[in-house]
């Protein structure tokens, strides 16, 4: 059994400025069945396998009510209260499936419609709004509980086209981020309001995807300041992107860290598109921490080389291990990654005391 951290010691550690972990999302876990069929249960059982922050999906009841959250301190209190008797602490929370909703193309309809109120489905322009005001209250739910990220995705009007036969007529990729742009910018203007960091998880599916889709989009909110980051790596290695060079390009809008791990391994069968296998059979799969091929410790490098502050987050899913036992093997695989950083430089012992005519007088200049 691990010992569980005193709201005293997890207090200090929320105030601890860099990589703060090792936390563990919620959502791939819930289900109607213990131990994970209620925050507070789920809660222990995270603590007792070493996690110390937890990620909330906001859309589960089985973890909280999202509106009720964002209108009373008191229940927003209760869930923070909640996972810290537990030993952990709230991370961040997740609008996943709202987001998708803030933009889906007519093709998804169907499928999308399964993340709405069942009242709301067959209705896209209701079910959008309620997704937009759904994005509203975990901004005010975050404020609430001290948080300062939330993760969400970009939704796609896009994604049809990523590929495109027939070509792309000429403007569409423009009108269809400056739509993005439109629906986006007020909820990230709430964002702001609220002190909050908006995070998109970068992701094949939404029109956020990699690099570029995450510059147009840019663009297209005029820089908003709240528009961010969550860095997985995974979803890169699956599309043959350099995932330690988009650290270089991108670390000043990285809030957020899943730590997931993937692997790409074609054949003469399938690739990139996965050839509509499952997941077992496809050429990039996502895999339990320590089981894929994404180089973890470059990684954990680069993000405290650009001073990342925020959580290490493992989002566990895997086509072959049980989930308990890839959360068990998470948090001391993420622990043992996390780098207490320095100091002081290493040869500060060879140094000396300097002033500016000695410092002159080395250069040759007295």
């Given amino acids: 059994m691990t010992k569980t951290l005193s709201r005293k010691e997890l207090g200090a550690l929320k105030a601890q400025k860099g990589m703060k972990g090792p936390a563990v999302f919620l959502a791939q876990f819930m289900q109607d069945e213990g131990p994970f069929s209620t925050l507070k249960t789920a809660a222990e059982w995270m603590a007792d396998a070493g996690y110390v922050g937890l990620q909330i999906p906001s859309n589960d009841p089985r973890c909280m009510d999202l509106q009720k959250a964002a ?32 933009a889906v193309h007519p093709a998804y309809d169907d499928l999308f419609d399964a993340f709405a109120p069942e009242s709301l489905r067959g209705i896209p322009d209701e079910r959008q709004k309620w997704a937009v005001q ?70 094949p599916g939404e029109d956020l995807h990699d690099g570029a889709t995450f510059e147009m989009f840019l663009d297209a909110v005029d820089d ?42 074609p054949s003469g069968r399938v690739g990139v598109y996965g050839g509509y296998q499952d997941w077992r059979n496809r050429a ?25 502050d925020g959580w290490a987050v493992l989002e566990w899913e895997c086509c072959f291990k049980h989930p308990e036992d890839g959360a068990r093997e998470g948090a001391p695989f993420i622990a043992a990654h996390m780098i207490r950083e320095a100091e002081h430089a290493f040869d500060d012992f060879a140094g000396g005391a300097t002033d500016a005519q000695t410092l002159r007088k080395i250069l040759g200049l007295s």
């Avoid at 009373?72 to 869930?79: F, H, K, N, P, V």
């Avoid at 986006?184 to 960091?197: A, K, M, Q, S, T």
């Fill in 71 to 102: 209108e009373s301190q008191t229940y927003a209190d209760e869930i923070v209260g909640i996972c810290e008797e537990a030993g952990c602490v709230v991370t961040e929370l997740s609008t996943h499936l709202q987001g998708q909703l803030v």
């Fill in 134 to 203: 759904q994005l509203k209250y975990a901004a005010k739910a975050s404020e609430r509980m001290g948080l300062t990220a939330s993760v969400t995705f970009s939704g796609a009007l896009l994604w049809p086209t990523v590929y495109p036969w027939p070509q792309r007529p000429a403007g569409l990729v423009e009108e269809g981020f400056a739509e993005l742009g439109r629906r986006w910018r007020p909820i990230l203007d709430c964002y702001e309001d609220h002190g909050v960091d908006l995070c998109y998880e970068i992701h």
């Fill in 224 to 265: 908003h300041k709240r528009a961010n980051i969550l860095y997985d790596p995974s979803h890169f290695i699956l599309q043959q992107l350099d995932y330690l060079h988009y650290i270089d390009l991108y670390h000043e809008r990285i809030k957020m860290f899943h730590v997931k791990d993937a692997e790409f391994i």
């Fill in 284 to 308: 990039g799969r996502f895999r339990s921490l320590g089981d894929g091929q994404i180089d973890f410790k470059q990684i954990f490098s680069k993000l405290t080389q650009y001073g990342f």
